[in-house]
C-alpha cells in the first residue's frame, strides 16, 4: 500500500512539474539547467541574465532505472558470494523545488522520492544562495557581490569537481556512465561557503559542522569538531573550440567522531545493486564503492578538465590521509576520463573512464587495491532524456583484502541505464 501510495504521488509530481516548467522554463538567476544544457556546468555562473520579476516556483525532478548484467567471483574460501542474474534494478526518483525569493536569493530543496538506501521518501538537503544582497539594502556590498556567491544550508558541500558530474539517487543525466567514483566525495552535513568567481579565478572557503546524522549533535559529548574545506581554480575559454579547467581542494577534520564521512555521506546507495554480496547477507547497499573511514581526515583533490569541441577530459587525482594518531593510513585515487561527444546537437557520445584508488588502513598494513574500468556511451533523445549503455569491470587486488570477501574480488558486465531530469 506504502508503495502504491509513494507511486502515485510521483505521477501527481511529474504532471505538477510539467505545469511548473512549462510556466517558469528557466526563468531562476544564477541556477545550472537540467538536463543536456547543464553539462560541464561546476559553479553556477555569475552572470546576471534573468531579471527578476517576482517570486517563481520551478518544480523539477529526475528518475532513473537500470537493467544489470553482471557477474562476480572472489577467491577467498572464507566467503561465497552470491550468483547475480540479468534484470532491472529498482527506479529512482527525485522531486526538485526550486525558488526565486528575491533578486538574486534563491532556494534548492531535494527530495529522494524512492532511493535504493531508503524504502520511504526523504528530504535529502538543501540550501539558500545568494548572489545578491539587495534585501538588506539595494545596492548593498554591490562590487563584492559582482564576483560572490553564498550558500549556506544542509547539502552537498564544494569540495572537488567530480561532485558536479555524479549521480545523485536519481540525477544521473550529468554522468556519461552508470556508477560515480569508487572513492566518491559526497556528503550533506550542515554547512555555510562562500565562492568568489573574476576573469576566470575561481576560489571557495567554507566550514562544516562534520556530521551527516545532526540528530547527534547536541546530545553527543564526543569529539566532535568543524571541518573546513576550501577550492582553488582557474576555468576559461581560451578560444571558442577549447576550455581550460584547473582546480585544487581541500577538506580538513581533526575530530575523532567528525570527518569520516566525506566518502560515505550518499545515503541514496550504489548503482551496482548486490555486488560483493555473499550468501551468508555479508553485504550493503553501497558495496563497489571504497570510504576508508579516516576520522582525523586530510582529503585533497586535484581535477584537470580540458574540453576541444566535441572532446572532454575529466581528471582526478586525489589523496586521503588519516592523522599521526589515528595510525597515518592513506589512500590515492586516480581517475581520467575521455568523452567524445557527436551529432548534430552533440546528443551522441561514447567514452571510457579508469579509476583506482590504492593505499593502507595504516602505516605498516597490507596494501589494498581497487582498479575499475569502464567503457560505453550514451544518446540525448531529448535534452532531458538519455539513454547510456557501458561495459564495467571492477577487481580488488593487493594482499589488504586476504581472509575477506574482497580476496581476488571482481565483478563485470553490462549496465544499461535511462534518465530523465526536468
Known sequence: MKKSIKYLLAIVFIGMSFIANAQQGR???????????????????????????????????????????????NTSMADTLVELGGNFNLPTANLDLDV????????????????????????????????????IKPGFLEGLMEIATIKVGLDEFNYGDAHFRRTDNARAIYNPFVGNYIMDAFSTEVFGEVTIQKNGFIGVVGLTNG??????????????????????????????????????????????????????????????????????????????RFNPRFSEITAVQINPFVKFKGLEFFGIYEVASNSDDQGSGSFTQVAGEVIYRFGGQDQLYVGGRYNTVSGEMADGTPTMEINRLNIGGGWFLTKNIVTKFEYVSQKYEGDGWNGSKYQGGEFNGVMIEAAISF
Open 27 to 73: 526563468n531562476l538567476q544564477f541556477f545550472r539547467l537540467a538536463g543536456q544544457d547543464g553539462l560541464n556546468i561546476f559553479e553556477s555562473s555569475k552572470e546576471d541574465t534573468v531579471e527578476f520579476t517576482g517570486t517563481k516556483v520551478r518544480i523539477g525532478g529526475d528518475f532513473a532505472i537500470q537493467f544489470q548484467g553482471v557477474d562476480q567471483d
Open 100 to 135: 526565486q525569493l528575491y533578486d538574486g536569493v534563491r532556494m534548492h530543496l531535494r527530495t529522494y522520492l524512492s532511493a535504493r538506501h531508503h524504502e520511504e521518501s526523504w528530504v535529502k538537503g538543501g540550501y539558500l544562495q545568494m548572489d545578491k544582497l539587495d534585501f
Open 211 to 288: 556530521k551527516l546524522n545532526q540528530s547527534t549533535v547536541v546530545n553527543d559529548n564526543s569529539d566532535n569538531k568543524a571541518s573546513f574545506f576550501g577550492k582553488l581554480g582557474y576555468d576559461d575559454h581560451i578560444s571558442d573550440d577549447l576550455r581550460l579547467r584547473l582546480t585544487g581542494s581541500w577538506y580538513i577534520n581533526k575530530g575523532r567522531s567528525t570527518g569520516g564521512y566525506l566518502y560515505g555521506g550518499d545515503r541514496g546507495g550504489s548503482r551496482y545493486y548486490n555486488i560483493m554480496t555473499t550468501i551468508d547477507g555479508d553485504g550493503n547497499d553501497f558495496e563497489g
